[in-house]
């Protein structure tokens, strides 16, 4: 099945303990993305990559980063991490392409719920 | 950055038609109108897109006017499992090589029975 998978999908950690959260897909997109979700807000990009090693910042990258070693994963590392990255993120990937019809759907993982003490 | 706006919420009858609109006033000529909905807390999903002009498919019918500066979603017979946040999502950046997918706050849409 076609899909992305993040891991994990809950985690209560404390603040400054360095946590990675994992993002693979099996469809063969060249672009990945991680957005966070917090209320009244919507969804706001953080970091996207338009394929391997090539990354680029969101709206939102402070605190975090990102590394594209391999084309399947995407993961979102929180170095140091603080209570106000509290929320719940998804990561998200699509076949890139440019301008062609249906080329940047995006499909979406399950969402990651972080909680940061 | 082109920016979207919505109303932030609606009710809609069950059965009856859902008219969800969206202003992308910013969007650029060769960029899409994407939608999304989300249920819960879950992973949104696809919806529709469309360039220019309209588009349907099984889950729904995407309106788009001539000036391209906003559009309408509309799912057909609304049902109670409709009743989610709809997302109208525009990308920015092709022209400068960056992809930013531009979401804001989306519609909560009701499904009254």
């Known amino acids: 099945e076609a899909q992305v998978t993040q891991n994990p999908r809950y985690l209560i950690t404390v603040t400054g303990k360095k946590l990675t959260v994992t993002c693979s897909q099996n469809?063969?997109?060249?672009?990945m993305s991680w957005y966070r979700q917090d209320p009244g807000l919507g969804l706001r990009q953080i970091y996207y990559?338009?394929?391997?090693?090539?990354?680029d910042k969101g709206d939102v990258p402070e605190g975090y980063k990102v590394s594209r070693k391999e084309k399947r994963n995407f993961p979102l590392i929180l170095e140091s991490p603080s209570p106000n990255q509290t929320s719940l993120y998804f990561c998200?990937?699509?076949f890139g392409g440019g301008s062609r019809p249906g080329a940047n759907v995006l499909t979406f993982g399950a969402g990651s719920r972080l909680t940061v003490l | 950055d082109a920016k979207t706006t919505q109303p932030p919420s609606m009710d809609c009858a069950e059965g009856r038609a859902a008219n969800l609109p969206c202003n992308h006033s910013?969007?650029?000529?060769?960029?899409?109108v994407y939608w999304y909905r989300q249920i819960h807390s879950q992973g949104p999903q696809y919806i529709i897109h469309?360039?220019?002009n309209n588009e349907t498919n099984e889950m729904a019918s995407l309106i788009i006017t001539e000036d391209r500066k906003s559009s309408t979603l509309i799912l057909p017979h609304a049902t109670l499992r409709d009743t989610a946040v709809y997302y109208c999502?525009?990308?920015?950046?092709?022209?400068?090589?960056?992809?930013?997918?531009?979401f804001g706050t989306g519609t909560r849409l009701k499904v009254l029975a």
């Open positions: 999502i525009v990308r920015v950046g092709a022209a400068s090589g960056t992809y930013k997918y531009i």
């Open positions: 469309g360039l220019k």
């Open positions: 469809m063969n997109h060249e672009y």
């Open positions: 990559s338009m394929n391997v090693e090539v990354t």
């Open positions: 998200a990937s699509s």
């Open positions: 910013t969007i650029s000529g060769n960029e899409y």
